[in-house]
């Protein structure tokens, strides 16, 4: 029974995880009860049980396991952190719960597995489930499916995710356990209860019998939709809402307001894998589809109709396939192929849905006019495909080619293209059938009803007929006005008997409701239309205030006043409707007019008509007005009683009161009667002869206003206008004009023919009399006003005085709104209804006056000469096809959408390698925006797309000028096309910074002006967050600012959504954005008010920029970069090429001439290279290694190129024609520059296939290639690109063989190749290819190669010698001895090269040579002595772009012994050759390493050159109180433009052997450093600066310190400068954090190196630099990334050990480093790589085993390894176990097993739970005082601190015990008291240490030192012992102590007498103060102070105004006194101005 006891005082978690089953059931059911019972959700007590939970579900011991099921239920319920164990407890579940025989526990795994749903973790649940569906045991497999099925019924489709359940059904259905077909079947069956026959097609494959089954069980469904039954925690008040429903009488159809939770329509579509087919196309399909055989090229379509049987695409670069089948289509002979080939195209346009769009147009007009076969079959074919096609793409898209093919002669053609637009009708809602699209669609549709075909006049019928239905009689009604009675009853019958697509009745009255429900509950289309109408409806019925399609107000054009029609049905008026109906009444005959004149007006009134007595007259005018007054609008024959008015005299009446009065009643004939357009002839002309009558002008207006009201504007308008342009009278002209002007103003522009106009006013403007110019400028400002700024277009070649006459009133009106109409129609209204869509169409006029400009057709113009000149090679010619297209769309002013070719020779030029051409095809795309108008919409994603790539060019001018150009472009379109599809979320997927950056800052302009977006938007978003976390600083502002906006269309849920599939730390930061942005979201643009006017900006069009404006400032305007005369050669290979293919390939060049090559020849494929590398290492693919290359390696090179490169080009590559490989390098050095990243992506791609050239014979191939390395390696170089390791091996050894050609030219290419490859590739690697060139047996290989040698070894010194330089000259001065006698020369001139840098060593390196070979050598190196200039003069020739490397490696080379040779300098150095070598270095300054360390002498006599820039200012005083960044000498800007290379600069004189040039670039670094808004512009040049500071370093060391003559006051100085920098530098947390690991480690050496350089103690100020450079390595320590300063110290930790020449001081500096960043783990381990970390550590320990560090000297290393990982291992227990991923067999590492051994270890000794404090690893707590005991004494000594009578002898207690126990753990009584407390209880332990320290000090620890010992880290000597503890908690002996003592004693200089004479190096506070007692807390107090003080004296420099411009000042340390510093600082200031004198 003592087990038993013993474990029942056991707490409930440990209870859990004990070894008896009994009391784990014990403790889970405790568990259960605990569960039940916490109220909090958030309570800490669940936090313990975390990692528990999975133990709690797979218990081995079955009773126990059901018990902890039932806990983990309950804990997942309550529990608020329990979404964090989902995946290991689902994991559990499935896999030890669900095989168990127990019922009850598999019952409980489904329930874990649903409340996991239910507390929102659906996801991650149903990953778990779907894997445990791969397991071999069947009962599990049954579980899971029934888990799903259960969650699926439960939860509904909505929160569980059918698409990858559905995937993995057919498998399940061929299990071959009947188990679980028969659970997969019931699964099946539950989800088509949700979704559906969209369940169909992914089942379609599976066995006969099955699926007859399932239809069964589907049949006997319910047919009603399912509901969701249990709900989301974030669903409560769905719940409470479906809880109520079923109070209320269990499903009583939720009281229909459940509607808008109907379950969404799943498209099977949807649920399918996309197929890609385009790598599965035959190879030789492209030629056989050209094959004059008609049986190859049915093969060649047969292959392609398998293959687009698919149901669902891959989206890809169709453009080809659909270019071909087009051509079949529309030109092959054999119909058979034809209705094939139709085939092909529907099951294209089928699989790919709305990505076939971009082809749509291509396509549409060759298929119509295909239509002309009669062939049922060609037919049937050809009308799927357009039906399918249709479905990609809108209507407005292709209405354009519908009504181009509308007046084909052909009947058939007529025909099809009517049933055609019926159809399609069928698909649109009345948003998608707006009026614009109608009007045009029913004119040509009225044509075709009056054909002679009967077919074709049935057809329009159904068309109409099908129009009438879809948008309404209000909408279609306008335009049938003139359709006779029985045509209209036959297209009314048509209407009925169509069946929509949307299954809505939406025909009859279209009222206001009639398109919401079309919109609502479109069902499931089988192609995308139906997702896009239903997105159009959303998008447009939402703004408008009536559906769109009931717009009746404005009239159309010309001659058809009815369009009140419709609205006369409504009106109240109904008997206008009637008459308004015919247009024309029939005109009578004077009798019949006569005699109804005069049934209604007196017989005396008809008498005196034609009177000679005026008087008589005008007493029968009287009373015919009466007469009118009086009679009613139905009885008034309107034109009897004009005929009488115009009858004898007429119009022609002499006297002006006759007349008054005869024009008044014709004005109240207008308004009072039924006034039609005949009634209207008849007196029209008689107006216009009056109006320039000065006493009857006013009244022959008011009258034709009158016929105006009546008759309709537009009409009466152009009536008017002719009759007063085709008679002289301008008096008549001009008044006319005035008229118009007032009557547009009242009736507004509805309906107005504005060419009639233009041409009318265009006469007018040219008239001799000025008032009829001057109305006709004043009705233009009329016009303008509603037409806006492209009215000017019409008028620009007219004279420029006239010009700026119109310009001038266009200005008038400027900012102008137009004033609402107060007359017109509606006044034939009933209801007031009406005027909202009145308002509508004055909204279109805008809109619709573009669509009236004059376009013309220039699509004749676009020959295929032009298209070729676009696309030629050279780029002149090109430049010339530009500048013809640019004039050609000048002249056309506004142009027709067809542009034929022209499109994809544009879309070419974007990505041209002339960046003068990209900008002047973008301005030629500005200009075509504007020419085409509304109608480029169509055009955008074929050529809208790519301008938006553009912005990503590297060029700010381009970028600018794409912009404009999208922004000119969306002008015209609206938004709507560029954020539908894939298209833009494919943009900003690509990791282009500057494309990113611009696009999301144009995303971010234009989407708050939106109103409503498509849902593809919703693309966009992750690749949003992705660049929320883009390594570019503007790409991440950018995406922060374009948040709010995206959120303000796409909604909060929609984005938190999103971020479901990013890693949890992205997560949380980007929700966190998220939730900031939805702070300051801002509202949805509410929907106009619309006015009836337009508000019209700018004057003019304002001459649209143009793009290309620019250009000038980009310097290159006429210099043509350098690659294009190769193109030019280029060109006419090809063209000869063409010749010698000869009949091989007939056509096919031409045919995909323009077409193929526009995109991108190299696609970026993510980690597309890595993984290249990693199948190369795994073996998975040949290594790149051959003497000659065989087959096998040539097809693999192709088929990894086959993914990213263009087909087209990897078909030049690998053609067997030399020629065509000519033309693919042509090809890449055009797209070199534009597909910079696409380079970089396939470089060990393109490296390879070159390496295949150079086995080539043909010279020009080689020539040509050589050339194209030397632009990619000049490009990568600008791109600061390192050549991989598998990239230099698989190309370098293949380019050394080319140097031994025997041509000289390609030999002099190679070596230029090879001199720039240095640039990206470290020399010292290089050396050891080219040393592996010397072995061959090609002596000019041989002497190249040597000779090479020679060169690296002169440019980078000895470094570069690999493997060592002894061993490196060995092997060279084996040629000596060669039979050939250029070798020979060659190795002799390559050692004296070598002596030359590095002297007599020289001899000793080489070793023993024959007798022969040393005097050769002697006398060489005399031979050189005396003439010192020539040798280099002649390389500096033959190799001009020599420049040393920044590569990282080659710092890393440079450690160790190597560093202390000081080399004998050279005179060649100093030579003409040599200064010539320095000023052609590419990269804009380049720092030469070993130069500024080895030769002091050259550097300095090289630097006053650089130093030219009138930097002398930096010393004069400032006098202004804050520091202020000088102002650059304008000399500097010419040089520099921009920031980044000024920086560039300026770090590189830091590294300068001059010290007053180093200094003054220090203080220029400072200045930037000390503003906060400037020191931004240092990020990204961190490491460069670092490098250069300790270069600096590393100078003074060797050279400086050393040089006697030297002042070593300027050392002291240029030390001052150097930390200053770093230390403003490493308070920068942002900058300092950009430092990498390799540059961390040199700098920690360097300052490290210094700390112990005892040359500087002996300084007057030695000790106060050292002291500064102690607060420096803390700030390095404190700021850098911890991850790379950690990593550094390990690696530098590492290198001391192994190096023997480093002092043991060094190691233990390092080591007291890694003990202050151990002790900063606790806060930073969170931002750790602890992969990384560990990836260190193990190679620490595979350098130094166990063994081997115990047999150090020291045991500190040992000690600080296992402190570090004993923290590690404490602060994440044991999911450290976790991160050692990086290593690659981690079964052979020590580090696996130590840290096992530590967690064992740990968990044991502490029952799992106590802390221990690692750094404290003294002795333990004596293990006889149980835990329990000690766990009281403390709780009761931090009793006695918190009450106010004991509070100090609790302290005392603690103290005490503290002392007794030093590593007793009180952190957790601390932790959950206050911050305040827990100061409280710090500093009162201190004190009293402070206390006892004082009275009990030694009199003999005087004699220590006399000052406090620092090191480099603040640790004092008690952590020092403390860390040596014992961490393994063995006893510890007295031996122990005895050797601390030694040590500390050591340390402290007792056993070193020489120590005695200096304090030691490390002791580095500033004056003699009382020793402090040795604890950690006074060195941190110390420190604080330390750092207070030195802020103190910055902040005092600043108030005195002595602040110094170089900085020098910010190194001011403390001190003890205030006035000592002051004095200081003077004295310091003496010294500085002195020294500037």
Not at 189 to 194: A, F, T
Not at 519 to 529: D, I, M, Q, R
Not at 1484 to 1493: A, G, T, V, Y
Not at 1572 to 1600: C, P
Request: proline share 5%; hydrophobic share 40%.
């Amino acid at each position: 029974m003592g087990d038993d006891s013993e474990w029942i005082k056991l707490s409930i978690d440990q209870k859990c995880e004990h070894k008896l089953w009994k009391a784990r059931v014990n403790g889970y059911e405790e568990a259960l009860k605990l569960f039940q019972k916490i109220e909090d959700e958030k309570s800490p007590e669940w936090s313990k049980y975390l990692g528990l939970i999975k133990k709690f579900v797979t218990d081995s011991n079955a009773v126990a396991q059901l018990k902890g099921l039932e806990a983990a239920l309950a804990y997942v319920e309550n529990a608020h952190v329990a979404g964090k164990t989902t995946g290991e407890v689902i994991s559990g579940v499935v896999n030890k719960v669900f095989n168990q025989p127990k019922a009850r526990a598999k019952e409980l795994g489904i329930d874990i597995c649903l409340m996991y749903i239910e507390i929102e973790k659906g996801e991650p649940v149903q990953e778990e489930l779907l894997k445990g569906l791969d397991n071999k045991n069947p009962k599990i497999i049954v579980a899971c499916i029934e888990t799903l099925r259960k969650a699926l019924s439960e939860f509904g489709s909505k929160i569980i995710s059918l698409k990858p359940i559905i995937k993995v059904l057919p498998k399940l259905f061929e299990s071959r356990e009947k188990a679980v077909r028969d659970e997969a079947k019931l699964l099946a069956v539950e989800i088509y209860r949700w979704i559906r026959d969209a369940l169909r097609p992914p089942l379609q494959n599976i066995n006969s019998v099955q699926l007859k089954e399932l239809e069964e069980e589907w049949v006997k469904l319910p047919p009603a939709a399912p509901k969701q039954t249990r709900f989301l925690r974030s669903q409560q008040e769905l719940k409470a809402k479906f809880e109520q429903q079923q109070a209320a009488g269990g499903d009583a159809d939720g009281g229909g307001d459940d509607g808008d939770e109907v379950v969404p329509q799943v498209d099977a579509y949807e649920l399918l894998e996309a197929v890609e087919i385009l790598s599965k196309l035959p190879k030789d399909f492209y030629d056989k589809i050209e094959a004059k055989k008609w049986q190859e090229r049915k093969e060649a379509l047969e292959a392609v109709e398998m293959l687009v049987k698919n149901p669902k695409l891959e989206a890809g670069d169709y453009a080809d396939m659909v270019k071909v089948l087009k051509k079949v289509v529309g030109k092959d002979t054999n119909v058979m192929l034809v209705a094939l080939a139709a085939k092909c195209l529907a099951g294209l346009a089928t699989g790919l849905r709305k990505k076939f769009g971009q082809y749509a147009g291509q396509v549409v007009p060759t298929i119509l006019e295909k239509f002309k076969e009669k062939k049922p079959q060609v037919v049937q074919a050809l009308q799927e495909a357009i039906d399918a096609i249709f479905l990609t793409t809108t209507l407005q898209n292709i209405s354009e080619d519908i009504l181009a093919v509308m007046d084909n002669k052909n009947p058939t053609i007529k025909q099809q293209t009517s049933l055609f637009i019926a159809r399609s009708f069928r698909h649109c809602i009345p948003s998608t059938l707006p009026k614009s699209l109608l009007k045009p669609f029913c004119a040509a549709l009225l044509k075709h009803i009056n054909d002679s075909a009967p077919e074709v006049r049935d057809a329009a019928f159904e068309a109409l007929g099908t129009a009438l239905k879809v948008a309404g009689e209000k909408a279609v009604n306008p335009f049938l006005a003139d359709v006779d009675k029985l045509k209209l009853d036959r297209i009314k019958e048509c209407a009925e008997k169509v069946e929509l697509a949307y299954g809505k009745n939406t025909g009859g009255a279209a009222d206001k409701k009639e398109c919401r429900p079309a919109a609502g509950k479109t069902p499931v289309l089988s192609g995308a239309a139906g997702d896009k109408d239903t997105k159009d409806t959303s998008a447009k019925s939402g703004p408008l205030k009536k559906a769109p399609a009931a717009k009746s107000g404005g009239p159309p054009k010309k001659g058809k006043p009815a369009a009140a029609a419709g609205a006369g049905g409504a009106g109240t008026k109904g008997k206008k409707g009637s008459e308004t109906k015919e247009i024309f009444e029939p005109e009578l005959s004077i009798e019949v007019c006569e005699e109804r004149a005069s049934a209604v007006l007196p017989a005396s009134c008809i008498q005196q008509l034609d009177s000679g007595n005026w008087k008589e007259r005008l007493a029968c005018m009287e009373e015919f007005q009466k007469a009118v007054e009086l009679m009613e609008r139905s009885e008034m024959p309107c034109q009897a009683l004009v005929r009488m008015l115009a009858k004898k005299p007429g119009w022609k009446e002499t006297n002006f009161q006759v007349m008054q009065m005869k024009l008044h009643i014709v004005a109240l004939i207008a308004q009072k009667g039924n006034f039609s357009k005949t009634s209207a002839q008849i007196v029209l002309d008689g107006l216009v002869d009056k109006i320039g009558d000065v006493k009857c002008g006013s009244n022959a207006k008011e009258a034709m206003t009158a016929i105006a009201e009546a008759c309709l504007l537009p009409w009466t308008a152009e009536q008017v206008m002719s009759m007063a342009f085709s008679q002289k009278n301008p008096k008549n002209q001009s008044e006319t004009l005035n008229w118009l002007s007032n009557a547009i103003k009242e009736f507004g522009f509805s309906g107005l023919n504005v060419k009639a106009f233009i041409s009318n006013v265009k006469t007018a403007l040219a008239a001799t009399n000025p008032a009829v110019r001057t109305a006709a400028i004043t009705l233009l400002g009329v016009m303008y006003l509603y037409v806006g700024p492209p009215l000017r277009m019409f008028f620009e070649d007219e004279k420029p005085a006239l010009l700026s006459q119109i310009d001038a009133e266009f200005e008038k009106m400027q900012g102008q709104t137009a004033p609402a109409p107060t007359r017109g129609t509606s006044r034939h209204s009933g209801g007031s209804g009406d005027d909202g869509e009145e308002r509508d169409e004055q909204e279109d006029i805008g809109n619709d006056v573009v669509d009236l400009l004059p376009r013309t057709e220039i699509s004749d113009k676009i020959t295929a000469e032009l298209v070729s000149k676009i696309g030629d090679k050279n780029w002149k010619i090109r430049k010339e096809g530009l500048d013809e297209v640019t004039s050609i769309i000048n002249d056309a002013k506004f142009i027709q959408p067809n542009i034929g070719e022209l499109s994809a020779a544009l879309k070419c030029r974007l990505n041209d390698s002339n960046k003068i051409l990209v900008q002047q095809t973008l301005s030629i795309l500005q200009q075509l925006a504007m020419a085409m108008g509304p109608n480029i919409k169509q055009h955008v994603k074929n050529l809208g797309i790519p301008i938006i790539t553009v912005l990503g060019d590297s060029k700010n001018n381009v970028r600018a000028a794409a912009l404009a150009t999208v922004n000119a472009w969306t002008e015209q379109t609206g938004m709507k096309e560029w954020l539908e599809g894939e298209d833009l979320s494919e943009e900003l997927k690509k990791e282009n910074p500057f494309l990113r950056q611009e696009l999301l800052g144009w995303l971010a302009d234009k989407l708050p002006t939106l109103r409503s977006v498509p849902s593809d938007l919703l693309l966009c978003v992750p690749h949003l967050y992705s660049c929320l976390e883009d390594r570019n600083g503007d790409v991440r502002k950018k995406a922060q600012d374009a948040l709010p906006f995206f959120m303000m269309h796409l909604g909060f849920e929609k984005m938190a959504k999103a971020t479901g599939k990013l890693k949890p730390t992205s997560k949380d930061q980007v929700l966190a954005m998220l939730e900031k942005a939805k702070a300051i979201m801002p509202a949805k643009p509410a929907a106009p008010v619309k006015a009836s006017s337009r508000v019209v900006g700018g004057a003019a069009p304002a001459k649209f920029q143009t793009a290309s404006a620019p250009a000038e400032d980009s310097g290159s305007s006429t210099m043509e970069p350098k690659p294009d005369p190769k193109k030019a050669k280029a060109g006419g290979a090809a063209s000869k090429a063409k010749g010698a293919q000869g009949k091989k390939v007939p056509s096919k060049p031409n045919l995909k001439e323009d077409d193929d090559k526009s995109g991108p020849i190299f696609i970026i494929v993510p980690n597309g290279k890595e993984q290249r590398m990693k199948d190369e290492k795994g073996l998975k693919v040949l290594k790149w290694n051959f003497t000659t290359p065989r087959d096998e390696y040539i097809e693999q090179l192709k088929t990894q190129m086959s993914s990213c490169v263009a087909r087209w080009v990897q078909d030049e590559m690998f053609h067997t024609d030399f020629q065509h490989h000519n033309k693919a390098l042509a090809a890449m050095v055009e797209h070199l520059e534009s597909e910079k990243d696409g380079v970089i992506s396939c470089l060990d791609l393109i490296l390879k296939w070159l390496t295949l050239r150079f086995f080539d014979t043909n010279t020009s191939v080689l020539m040509k290639a050589l050339e194209y390395l030397k632009l990619l390696f000049t490009l990568l170089s600008q791109e600061e690109y390192h050549l991989t390791e598998n990239e230099a091996s698989s190309f370098i050894p293949y380019l050394i063989l080319k140097v031994g050609e025997p041509k000289d030219v390609v030999r002099k290419d190679v070596r230029a190749i090879l001199n720039r490859m240095c640039l990206i590739y470290p020399a010292s690697k290089m050396f050891t290819f080219i040393m592996e060139g010397t072995k061959s047996k090609n002596s000019k290989q041989r002497a190249e190669c040597l000779e090479e040698l020679g060169c690296l070894v002169e440019s980078y010194g000895m470094n570069v010698c690999q493997p060592t330089p002894g061993k490196a000259l060995k092997e060279m001065a084996i040629h000596i001895g060669d039979r050939d006698n250029t070798v020979r020369n060659a190795a002799l001139n390559t050692i004296v090269t070598v002596y030359n840098v590095h002297g007599d060593q020289v001899f000793k390196l080489i070793g023993n040579l024959s007798e022969k070979d040393m005097s050769m050598l002697e006398e060489r190196i005399k031979r050189a002595a005396k003439r010192p200039a020539a040798a280099p003069a002649r390389q500096a020739e033959e190799k001009p772009q020599r420049a040393p490397s920044t590569n990282a490696n080659a710092s890393v080379l440079r450690k160790g012994p190597a560093e202390d040779m000081s080399s004998k300098l050279n005179q060649a150095r100093n030579t003409s050759g040599h200064s010539e070598m320095t000023h052609t270095v590419p990269r804009e300054f380049q720092l030469d390493l070993d130069e500024i360390e080895n030769d002091n002498g050259t550097v300095r006599c090289e630097m006053p050159a650089l130093v030219q820039h009138k930097l002398d200012d930096i010393f004069e005083p400032v006098l202004i109180p804050e520091p202020k960044i000088r102002a650059v000498s304008p000399h500097f800007d010419d040089m520099h433009s921009n920031t980044a290379s000024t920086i560039n600069f300026v770090i590189s004189q830091v590294a300068s052997g001059d010290i007053n040039t180093s200094i003054q670039a220090l203080a220029q670094i400072d200045e930037v450093l000390r503003q906060e808004d400037k020191a931004e512009a240092m990020s990204g040049h961190i490491d460069q600066f670092l490098i250069a500071t300790f270069m600096q370093l590393r100078l003074i060391y060797n050279t400086h310190m050393a040089d006697e003559k030297l002042d070593k006051n300027e050392i002291v100085k240029l030390y001052s400068c150097i930390i200053g920098n770093m230390i403003s530098l490493f308070q920068m947390e942002s900058l300092a954090r950009e430092a990498s690991t390799g540059v961390l480690k040199d700098l920690m050496h360097g300052l490290i190196t210094l700390m112990l350089d005892s040359r500087v103690e002996d300084l007057e100020e030695g000790q106060q630099v050292i002291r500064s450079v102690n607060l420096l390595v803390v700030k390095v320590l404190e700021k850098s990334d911890q991850t790379n300063i950690l990593s550094a110290l390990l690696v530098l930790l590492q290198d001391s050990l192994l190096a023997t020449a480093s002092s043991p001081k060094f190691s233990e500096l390092v080591m007291k480093c890694l003990w202050r960043m151990v002790r900063l783990l606790p806060e930073t381990i969170n931002s750790i790589n602890l992969d990384r970390i560990l990836l260190d550590i193990h190679i620490f320990m595979k350098v130094f085993p166990k063994e081997k560090l115990k047999q150090c000297k020291s045991e500190f290393p040992i000690r600080t390894l296992k402190t570090l990982l004993h923290t590690l291992c404490k602060l994440k227990g044991p999911k450290i176990l976790d991160h050692l991923t990086m290593i690659e067999n981690k079964n052979e590492s020590e580090l696996e097993a130590h840290l096992c051994r530590v967690m064992k270890h740990s968990m044991d000794q502490t029952g799992s739970k106590t802390d221990k404090e690692t750094e404290k690893g003294a002795s333990r707590i004596d293990e006889k005082s149980s835990k329990a005991k000690v766990n009281d004494f403390l709780a009761e000594i931090f009793k006695k601190i918190g009450s106010k009578e004991n509070t100090k002898e609790g302290l005392a207690e603690l103290y005490e015990y503290k002392k007794k126990y030093s590593d007793a753990d009180i952190e957790p009584f601390l932790k959950n008291s206050s911050q305040f407390f827990q100061s409280y209880v710090e500093r009162g332990l201190r004190h009293i240490e402070m206390e006892k320290e004082g009275k009990g000090r030694i009199p003999s620890s005087t004699g220590i030192s006399p000052q406090t010992e620092l090191t480099c880290v603040p640790t004092s000597t008690n952590t020092v012992s403390s860390s040596i503890g014992n961490t393994n908690g063995e006893e510890v002996g007295p031996s122990v102590y005895l050797e601390r003592l030694k040590i500390l004693r050591q340390r402290c200089g007792l056993d070193n007498a020489k120590q005695e004479d200096r304090p030691p190096l490390t002791s580095l506070l500033s004056k003699p103060a009382p020793t402090v007692a040795s604890s950690t807390d006074m060195l941190h107090s110390k420190l604080s102070q330390l750092r207070e003080s030195r802020e103190h004296y910055q902040h005092l420099d600043l108030d005195s105004n002595q602040t110094h411009s170089s900085g020098i000042g910010t190194t001011t340390s403390s001190s003890s006194s205030t006035a000592a510093n002051i004095d200081d600082l003077k004295k310091r200031l003496e010294r500085i101005k002195s020294s500037r004198k």
